[in-house]
């Protein structure tokens, strides 16, 4: 079975950092599209960085210069490096893994607070 799990979420002042981790397990081949995406209370689920595994990533114009996703070592691990942290930045953030289905994480919390 597919499992896809978060890790790093918190809570930060406004201004700090976090690095999100995910890691998907029980798929043999590098998957090739992991990505985060975000979800704040009232709100629909958005996108916030996707990267293939050339390494092109793609990020939601909100986060461009601040967040920075990544690929691990391990397969099929990625990170989303987050600095710069804003109010509007709160939100569950998801992990998500592409294949011919999308696989998503139960999500990990980030409150950014004064």
């Known amino acids: 079975q597919v499992q896809v799990v978060e890790s790093g979420g918190g809570s930060v002042q406004v201004g700090g950092s976090l690095r999100l981790s995910c890691a998907a397990s029980g798929i043999s081949f590098n998957i090739p599209r992991m990505g985060w995406y975000r979800q704040a209370p009232g709100k629909q689920r958005e996108l916030v960085a996707t990267i293939i595994i050339d390494g092109r990533a793609n990020y939601a114009d909100s986060v461009k210069g601040r967040f920075t996703i990544s690929r691990g070592n391990a397969k099929n691990t990625a990170f989303l490096q987050m600095n710069s942290l804003k109010p509007e930045d709160t939100a569950v953030y998801y992990c998500?893994?592409?294949?011919?289905?999308?696989?998503w994480g139960q999500g990990t919390q980030v409150t950014v607070s004064s």
């Open positions: 998500n893994a592409v294949t011919f289905v999308e696989y």
